[in-house]
């Protein structure tokens, strides 16, 4: 069953605005991993926050993780077209070891 | 590194066939991979967990004899659809966990999609 849930469902921006989306999680976690993906392709990893950190960045992402909320957020900052992809978050939970449990994910739109 | 592939990339069959999907670990070996499905527009779906030289483990719901998992070598596993009908029409992905490395990195295939006419 899908662990997460996230929003928006969809979200469509322009180059250079921020675009920020929300996961939340039902179980306690080891960690939480946010991915791209590229229409029709596999899944690129971008980011790992674990259960003890609160917040993380990487480049124009930042990642931040409310385990009493059991939520996660992830930023883009200044988005650009090649952004646009559907971003999904990936919950490890502390009963399943190695086992990732996906969000819905959201679409993201950036338009030039 | 960590470079996982899968074959065939598309895949269009009729009902009733077989169809099997490789999923390769290209230059790391894999004790653990993940076989997951994802409909249009939909989130992955966790099918089975399967390790080296064991039977794998499948999530509640799928069929185990419907989705066949094999994987015989530490670089090498296969899900077999067998007897296709139109709604496993899908796209199938794989991931790999790395031999020593941490349960937490998985690497992901890109992905093959299946369509049963």
């Known amino acids: 069953s899908q662990q997460g849930e996230e929003d928006p469902q969809a979200l469509s921006i322009q180059e250079g605005e921020n675009a920020t989306m929300n996961c939340s999680y039902k179980?306690?976690?080891?960690?939480l991993q946010w991915y791209r993906q590229n229409s029709g392709r596999g899944l690129v990893h971008l980011i790992l926050?674990?259960?003890?950190?609160r917040e993380k960045h990487s480049g124009r992402l930042r990642v931040t993780l409310d385990t009493s909320k059991k939520s996660s957020s992830l930023l883009i900052t200044a988005s650009r077209a090649a952004d646009t992809a559907s971003y999904f978050c990936?919950?490890?939970?502390?009963?399943?070891?190695?086992?990732?449990?996906f969000g819905a994910g959201t679409q993201v739109v950036v338009t030039p | 590194g960590a470079v996982v592939s899968q074959h065939p990339s598309r895949v269009i069959c009729k009902s009733g066939t077989s169809v099997k999907i490789e999923c390769r670990s290209l230059?790391?070996?894999?004790?653990?991979m993940f076989w997951y499905r994802q409909f249009p527009k939909q989130s992955l779906m966790l099918m089975a967990t399967?390790?080296?030289?064991?039977?794998?483990?499948?999530e509640q719901g799928v069929e185990k004899d419907k989705f066949l998992i094999n994987h015989a070598s530490l670089t090498l596993s296969t899900l077999t659809v067998t007897s296709a009908h139109p709604e496993d029409s899908s796209f199938y992905i794989c991931?790999?966990?790395?031999?020593?490395?941490?349960?937490?990195?998985?690497?992901f295939g890109p992905g093959t999609r299946l369509t049963v006419l």
């Open positions: 991931s790999a966990s790395a031999l020593g490395g941490t349960p937490n990195e998985q690497f």
């Open positions: 179980t306690s976690i080891n960690n």
């Open positions: 926050i674990r259960s003890n950190e």
């Open positions: 990936a919950s490890m939970t502390t009963d399943s070891w190695g086992k990732l449990q």
């Open positions: 230059d790391f070996q894999a004790t653990t």
């Open positions: 399967s390790n080296e030289g064991s039977k794998a483990t499948y």
